[in-house]
T-cell receptor
């Protein structure tokens, strides 16, 4: 069964450093998303991406965040200058159309020290 | 704006008991999609069910069943004869019928099933 994959599974970084979280969506999916879950809290929407551009972003997704689809398979989330409060689990998701089920990757657990 | 409320923060039951997890949602959309996800201690989000707003039929899958009522904006989830492996955080989510199609999640309900 096709699945969304994410790398790395865990990342530890120093405050102020840049991190890139990588995702490989399901191959025939066209809509891509990043969500964040701070430990013990709910899953929060960050950004949606379709047709090589951002279709919607939340208030959390400020100028330190960016997304890119550098090739036909990867979808990346870059955090330019990490802060302590960026420590969270980051989930990538994809779906074929907005009406279909959104499938989540296993997540990347980011720890900013 | 969309909102999903899971009023039960934590539920604890003994194995073999039935348990119902509540989910109430708010949306102005006439077409929308509802989901339940399970998050075990390992952290991944496991898809359980998707329901379209225009399909109010209840669904049963093994020990799991879902009750969707548009009149009360609720989409409740029942586990029959609970097992220890059912222990997890369960999230209800609402998805828009837009090009973005983002999902709004509830706060989650932590279910603990004791042997």
């Amino acid at each position: 069964e096709p699945e969304v994959t994410q790398t790395p599974s865990h990342q530890v970084t120093q405050m102020g450093q840049e991190v890139i979280l990588r995702c490989v969506p399901i191959s025939n999916h066209l809509y891509f998303y990043w969500y964040r879950q701070i430990l013990g809290q709910k899953v929060e929407f960050l950004v949606s991406f379709y047709n090589n551009e951002i279709s919607e972003k939340s208030e959390i997704f400020d100028d330190q965040f960016s997304v890119e689809r550098p090739d036909g398979s990867n979808f990346t989330l870059k955090i330019r200058s990490t802060k302590l409060e960026d420590s969270a689990m980051y989930f990538c998701a994809s779906r074929e159309t907005p009406r279909e089920t959104q499938y989540f990757g296993p997540g990347t657990r980011l720890l900013v020290l | 704006a969309q909102k999903v409320t899971q009023a039960q923060t934590e539920i604890s039951v003994v194995e073999k008991e039935d348990v119902t997890l509540d989910c109430v949602y708010e949306t102005r959309d006439t077409t929308y999609y509802l989901f339940w996800y399970k998050q075990p201690p390992s952290g991944e989000l496991v898809f359980l069910i998707r329901r379209n707003s225009f399909d109010e039929q209840n669904e049963i899958s093994g020990r799991y069943s879902w009750n969707f009522q548009k009149s009360t904006s609720s989409f409740n989830f029942t586990i029959t004869a609970s097992q220890v492996v059912d222990s997890a955080v369960y999230f209800c989510a609402l998805s828009e019928n837009t090009n973005a199609g983002k999902s709004t999640f509830g706060d989650g309900t932590t279910l603990t099933v004791k042997p």
